[in-house]
């Protein structure tokens, strides 16, 4: 899809940090953006107020977000997982069930999720998730597998969709399109490092980066090490 086919974006979870660098680069794009996230957080939005449609609800109920995509061209969605209600897959579900058909739909995530088992997982990485998966489910704050469901329906749709899988974050100024490849254990990926804000860019970006459709970028920031060692990699082009 072109960029002048892009015109109405909906952002899911649209308050929380990635989500509002996602409104940013939105709306720097001149998209018409339309904002979900807990009615508690529309003041997080305050900024962007008058340059946006916010619906306020959960982002797991499919009636808000039926009326949130109407008419979008494109889906953005912060597939976060919190609490022990199924939040992250009743968003992708509602989101997958209610989008227009050929929207082009991107869903955020780490690098935890896998699409095809083939990523190489180092021992501190899968020990901590494993780490952080028990201690969150024992607090009942964080439920990993649920992402990790939410991510199975959607590379099981037959949707437009891509769903990045982030690196760790950090804050900090843009430092351009992260880089990407397809599996986590390729050298590119090593530093294990990206700026939100480039996240977030990488995000909007894939809207109209048709290569991207029905792939599960890894990504890592752009002047990171292993993105510098490994400039001919297959990549986002900064
Ligand atoms: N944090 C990392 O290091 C990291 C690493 C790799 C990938 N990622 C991925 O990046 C994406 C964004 O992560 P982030 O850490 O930057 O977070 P974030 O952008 O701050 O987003 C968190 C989202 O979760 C919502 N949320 C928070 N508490 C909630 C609750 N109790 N119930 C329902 N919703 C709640 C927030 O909404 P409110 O504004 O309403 O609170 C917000 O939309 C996620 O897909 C994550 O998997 C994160």
């Given at each position: 899809?072109?960029?002048?086919r892009?015109?109405?974006?909906?952002?899911?979870?649209?308050?929380?940090?990635?989500?509002?660098?996602?409104?940013?680069?939105?709306?720097?794009?001149?998209y018409?953006?339309?904002?979900?996230?807990?009615?508690?957080?529309?003041?997080?939005?305050?900024?962007?107020?008058?340059?946006?449609?916010i619906?306020?609800?959960?982002?797991?109920?499919?009636?808000?977000?039926?009326?949130?995509?109407?008419?979008?061209?494109?889906?953005?969605?912060?597939?976060?997982?919190?609490?022990?209600?199924?939040?992250?897959?009743?968003?992708?579900?509602?989101?997958?069930?209610?989008?227009?058909?050929?929207?082009?739909?991107?869903?955020?995530?780490?690098?935890?999720?896998?699409?095809?088992?083939?990523?190489?997982?180092?021992?501190?990485?899968?020990?901590?998730v494993?780490?952080?998966?028990?201690?969150?489910?024992?607090?009942?704050?964080?439920?990993?597998?649920?992402?990790?469901?939410?991510?199975?329906?959607?590379?099981?749709?037959?949707?437009?969709?891509?769903?990045?899988?982030?690196?760790?974050?950090?804050?900090?100024?843009?430092q351009?399109?992260?880089?990407?490849?397809?599996?986590?254990?390729?050298?590119?990926?090593?530093?294990n490092?990206?700026?939100?804000?480039?996240?977030?860019?990488?995000?909007?970006?894939?809207?109209?980066?048709?290569?991207?459709?029905?792939?599960?970028?890894?990504?890592?920031?752009?002047?990171?090490?292993?993105?510098?060692?490994?400039a001919?990699?297959?990549?986002?082009?900064?």
């Amino acid at each position: 899809m072109g960029t002048d086919r892009m015109k109405k974006v909906c952002i899911v979870g649209a308050s929380g940090k990635l989500g509002q660098y996602m409104v940013r680069h939105a709306l720097d794009r001149g998209y018409e953006v339309v904002g979900v996230c807990r009615e508690r957080s529309v003041p997080k939005l305050a900024a962007f107020a008058d340059r946006m449609t916010i619906v306020p609800g959960p982002t797991n109920d499919p009636e808000v977000i039926r009326r949130a995509v109407a008419g979008c061209d494109g889906v953005l969605t912060v597939l976060a997982p919190w609490g022990v209600q199924q939040y992250s897959s009743g968003t992708a579900q509602a989101v997958l069930d209610h989008a227009r058909p050929g929207a082009r739909l991107v869903f955020s995530c780490g690098w935890h999720i896998t699409r095809d088992g083939k990523d190489r997982y180092s021992w501190m990485f899968r020990t901590a998730v494993r780490v952080v998966a028990f201690l969150a489910k024992l607090v009942r704050a964080v439920e990993i597998d649920d992402q990790v469901e939410a991510c199975r329906r959607v590379f099981a749709s037959d949707t437009r969709w891509t769903v990045v899988r982030g690196s760790d974050l950090e804050e900090g100024e843009s430092q351009g399109l992260p880089v990407w490849s397809r599996h986590v254990g390729d050298p590119v990926l090593a530093s294990n490092l990206t700026r939100r804000v480039d996240f977030a860019l990488f995000m909007v970006e894939a809207l109209t980066d048709d290569t991207l459709v029905r792939e599960a970028p890894a990504i890592v920031g752009c002047r990171t090490p292993s993105a510098l060692a490994h400039a001919d990699a297959p990549a986002g082009r900064a």
